[in-house]
T-cell receptor, first 115, second 114 residues
């Protein structure tokens, strides 16, 4: 089954304790992306990657890091989490190319609470 | 700054009625447009995409695009309680480095009343 998986699905942590949220896709997609979703603010992009070893900042990158060492994996790293990073996080992937209709597939989400 | 505007709602319609969801965007370079449905606490799922002016129909859903007015809409005919969700409008430019980026609106919450 074609899918994007995220782990963990739920996480409660404390300020300053480094954490990693994993994201993996089995569709051989080149493009992967991380979003956070907050009430009243909608989906905002954190980082994206066009391919292995190619990453770039989205709209809200502060406090986050990413890496893309393998095509299928795109982990999100919070080196020193703060309460304002409490949010619902989504990983997504899609094919690249000239066709405009390539769907962006979303993972199931990770609900993070930082106390 | 690329912006996508949606009425946050909630939009309430009776079961069987037509629900009309609207979206405007600021970037004239936007070329493709997507409607996602998101149930509470779940991930967005794609309902429709459109990139040509006019209407595109898929079952009970019709997407309408007017690039001159920078306006895209989603009509849901014969609305069902299961259509109750938040609908996200997303746009992206076709060409260039940003052509895979999606800019999302904040979503319109739809409630279908039985």
């Amino acid at each position: 089954e074609a899918q994007v998986t995220q782990n963990p699905r739920y996480l409660i942590t404390v300020t300053g304790k480094k954490l990693t949220v994993t994201c993996s896709q089995n569709m051989n997609h080149e493009y992967m992306s991380w979003y956070r979703q907050d009430p009243g603010l909608g989906l905002r992009q954190i980082y994206y990657s066009m391919n292995v070893e190619v990453t770039d900042k989205g709209d809200v990158p502060e406090g986050y890091k990413v890496s893309r060492k393998e095509k299928r994996n795109f982990p999100l790293i919070l080196e020193s989490p703060s309460p304002n990073q409490t949010s619902l996080y989504f990983c997504a992937s899609r094919r690249t190319g000239l066709a405009v209709s390539y769907e962006q597939y979303f993972g199931p989400g990770t609900r993070l609470t930082v106390t | 700054q690329k912006e996508v505007e949606q009425n946050s709602g909630p939009l309430s319609v009776p079961e069987g009625a037509i629900a009309s969801l609207n979206c405007t965007y600021s970037d004239r370079g936007s070329q493709s447009f997507f409607w996602y449905r998101q149930y509470s606490g779940k991930s967005p799922e794609l309902i429709m995409f459109i990139y040509s002016n006019g209407d595109k129909e898929d079952g009970r859903f019709t997407a309408q695009l007017n690039k001159a007015s920078q306006y895209v809409s989603l009509l849901i005919r014969d609305s069902q309680p299961s259509d109750s969700a938040t609908y996200l409008c997303a746009v992206n430019p076709l060409w260039g480095a940003g052509s895979y980026q999606l800019t999302f609106g904040k979503g319109t919450k739809l409630s279908v009343i039985p």
